[in-house]
């Protein structure tokens, strides 16, 4: 198969398996999304999705945010980790918000990445996911399944991003990272791997992480 090829039938196949595409962190507007997203790093949406009614039941607007403490939205965040810095975040881009945007989340990577705590994935999901510009965050999923799929070299993700650009059409790579990262969590998770459900790599996957697969296997 060209790579070509292999593109169009990772569109097809993930496009049958995920019709719909549910988003997986819970939120009502851009700015409870970024605020989940910031928190989900080195973290479990599942976890996360626990965490932010609680605090969006105190504040869910940048206005009541700032009228907690840092400490006080540290203490609620705390299980889902790096709470210390990520309450200072939430905090401090709240009050960015109101000084600089008029409450708003922006809508450029610029603005949102010169918010404290907000990295080019936190700043490509909250594009993509709340205000429909295109993107292609890329989690450790796409990462790892970029390079199963012979699709990127692994190096790092941000060349695994500018691959995803340069291979996927634009007017898909929103429902595409979604689509992908769901893919590798139900059949190409990093541990506990069963090549025989995960269909894409098997049928385009680079060829030496198929032959290791198949080496640790027999060991």
Known sequence: MTKQES????????YKLYPEIPVPLDHK????????VLLSAQSTDVRVNKITPLLFEQADNPYDMVKL????????????????????????LSKILIEEHNGEVPKTFEALEALPAVG????????????????FPVDTHIHRL?????????????????????????????????????????????????????????????KSVIKEYYKQKKS
Do not use: C
Request: charged share 25%.
């Open 7 to 14: 593109v169009n039938y990772i569109i097809n196949t993930l």
């Open 29 to 36: 507007d851009p700015y409870t999304l970024l605020i989940a």
């Open 69 to 92: 403490t840092v400490e006080d939205i540290r203490e609620i965040i705390k299980p889902v980790g790096l709470s210390p810095m990520k309450s200072k975040g939430i905090h401090g």
């Open 120 to 135: 080019h994935k936190t700043a490509g999901v909250v594009l993509s996911q709340a205000f429909g510009i295109p993107a």
């Open 146 to 206: 970029m390079y199963r799929w012979n699709l990127s070299n692994g190096k790092n993700v941000t060349q695994t991003e500018k691959d995803a650009k340069r291979l996927f059409p634009k007017e898909l790579w929103n429902d595409l990272h979604l689509q992908i990262i769901w893919y590798g969590r139900d059949y190409s998770p990093a541990r506990g791997w069963d090549l025989d459900k995960d269909i894409i790599t098997k049928t385009i996957g680079r």
